[in-house]
């Protein structure tokens, strides 16, 4: 049997060959591996190392070995991507949600894989709604270096965006990897690019998965619940202060899960008592995501939640529904400053990242490309996309005449109807 190593996400091993660098003769069966052995790549032990399909341990293999050699860049890591998530995702050079894309189009009651829900037209206009905002560039002015930096649930980081919560390796992308790889490439990314990850909830998985890979993490990230009954989440709302995570959340527009649902872990909406139940439980910062009206964003501000989070899930959970960028001016018009807000949907670059903050975001979140980047290689992958993204966001505020954060507004957008 072959197998993959979830902490780096890089290491393989496969039973019938052995590994002559760790000195495992050809034949040594995973339970026959000396307790003292430890990952060629990371350095942890055997406990890490899981089962994984023929054809993903070729291309794991593949990459492996060529790592050895070489350096590998983002498009490198793209194109195995593209050959782990066949048929779901074509990993294109724009990922928009267009309606000709593998992702799109009716899945009949099948996983979405990597599109929106029904038609997918909410995925699609999240794409269009940021597009329709255009930057406007001024450039005389004194030179100083953009500062990227923001503060938030009590930490500084580096740069105002991170990795959104994501999961469902085995339904979304094709079982290429083990969960726990998908949240650890993800968590330890975004950890070495000075910014925070979030990881989310799968019912394929304990739904305490998230949550303990944080904890693995030294706490360094943000486990995001379904909305399941209060008694679970008040559990795992206790379990994230264990691990001693930097906040959690809960994505309110789970509710509609049917996959949930059928996996019997029943979802559901949330009342403003009961919102405001779960933040008053622990001193840790609650975010309530899938906030996407202003009427909602209110209530997110009254129950005391340390953060409200503008997204409609990728277009993944309601079609036919507006783009985070139609929506985001105007909730932001009445909470800014009041609370810390967090947006996603089809933020690509560090120019898609300027505009959501010029919407009115505190802080840009970033979905699929981050996903696909993790199962193909890990925390290595994940941390060249924030590299790509934070490169583009510091020529994008030299460019339109912002010095730091408090500079980006409105005035950097001009609205056009593209
Ligand atoms: C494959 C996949 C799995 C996701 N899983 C979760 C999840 O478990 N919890 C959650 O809150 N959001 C989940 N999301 C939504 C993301 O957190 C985020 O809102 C969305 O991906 C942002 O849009 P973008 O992908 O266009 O950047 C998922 C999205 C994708 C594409």
């Known amino acids: 049997m072959k197998y993959i190593c979830t902490y780096c996400n890089t290491y393989v091993y496969d039973e019938e060959k052995g590994d002559h660098d760790t000195k495992l003769e050809p034949g040594t069966n995973i339970e026959d591996i000396p307790e003292s052995w430890l990952c060629p790549v990371c350095g942890m032990p055997k406990d890490y190392l899981q089962e994984i399909r023929d054809d993903i341990f070729s291309l794991k293999m593949t990459a492996y070995t060529e790592t050895q050699h070489d350096t590998k860049d983002l498009n490198y890591y793209r194109s195995i991507a593209r050959k782990m998530l066949t048929g779901i995702c074509g990993e294109y050079p724009v990922c928009?949600?267009?309606?000709?894309?593998?992702?799109?189009?009716?899945?009949?009651?099948?996983?979405?894989?990597?599109?929106?829900?029904?038609?997918?037209?909410?995925?699609?206009?999240?794409?269009?709604?940021?597009?329709?905002?255009?930057?406007?560039?001024?450039?005389?002015?004194?030179?100083?270096?953009?500062?990227?930096?923001?503060?938030?649930?009590?930490?500084?980081?580096?740069?105002?965006?991170?990795?959104?919560?994501?999961?469902?390796?085995?339904?979304?992308?094709?079982?290429?990897?083990?969960?726990?790889?998908?949240?650890?490439?993800?968590?330890?990314?975004?950890?070495?690019?000075?910014?925070?990850?979030?990881?989310?909830?799968?019912?394929?998985?304990?739904?305490?998965?998230?949550?303990?890979?944080?904890?693995?993490?030294?706490?360094?990230?943000?486990?995001?619940?379904?909305?399941?009954?209060?008694?679970?989440?008040?559990?795992?709302?206790?379990?994230?202060?264990?691990?001693?995570?930097?906040?959690?959340?809960?994505?309110?527009?789970?509710?509609?899960?049917?996959?949930?649902?059928?996996?019997?872990?029943?979802?559901?909406?949330?009342?403003?008592?009961?919102?405001?139940?779960?933040?008053?439980?622990?001193?840790?910062?609650?975010?309530?995501?899938?906030?996407?009206?202003?009427?909602?964003?209110?209530?997110?501000?009254?129950?005391?939640?340390?953060?409200?989070?503008?997204?409609?899930?990728?277009?993944?959970?309601?079609?036919?529904?507006?783009?985070?960028?139609?929506?985001?001016p105007d909730i932001a018009n009445e909470i800014a400053g009041k609370i810390p807000i967090l947006a996603d949907g089809a933020v690509r670059t560090g120019f898609d990242v300027l505009k959501i903050l010029a919407l009115g975001a505190d802080i840009a979140l970033i979905g699929r490309p981050l996903a696909r980047l993790s199962i193909a290689g890990g925390d290595v992958a994940v941390k060249m996309y924030y590299k790509y993204v934070k490169d583009d966001l510091k020529k994008a505020m030299i460019l339109t005449g912002c010095d730091n954060l408090n500079e980006v507004n409105m005035d950097i957008l001009v609205a056009t109807n593209r």
């Open 96 to 328: 928009d949600g267009q309606p000709d894309r593998t992702c799109t189009g009716q899945k009949f009651g099948a996983s979405i894989g990597f599109g929106g829900a029904g038609q997918g037209k909410t995925f699609e206009a999240n794409y269009n709604s940021l597009q329709s905002y255009k930057l406007k560039m001024k450039v005389i002015k004194e030179h100083n270096e953009p500062d990227m930096s923001v503060s938030i649930f009590n930490k500084k980081i580096g740069v105002p965006f991170m990795g959104a919560s994501l999961s469902g390796v085995k339904t979304s992308m094709n079982d290429v990897v083990p969960e726990d790889a998908l949240y650890r490439g993800l968590l330890k990314g975004a950890m070495s690019s000075g910014s925070i990850g979030l990881v989310g909830n799968t019912p394929e998985s304990p739904d305490d998965l998230g949550v303990k890979i944080v904890g693995e993490n030294h706490g360094w990230g943000i486990p995001i619940f379904k909305p399941q009954s209060q008694e679970r989440l008040l559990q795992l709302i206790k379990l994230a202060e264990e691990m001693d995570v930097i906040a959690l959340g809960i994505d309110l527009d789970g509710a509609g899960s049917t996959y949930w649902n059928a996996s019997n872990k029943p979802v559901y909406r949330k009342s403003e008592k009961e919102i405001t139940e779960l933040v008053d439980s622990t001193e840790k910062p609650v975010i309530f995501k899938g906030i996407m009206c202003t009427e909602d964003a209110i209530k997110v501000l009254d129950s005391g939640a340390g953060a409200c989070y503008i997204s409609n899930h990728g277009g993944r959970v309601l079609d036919g529904g507006q783009g985070v960028a139609e929506v985001l």
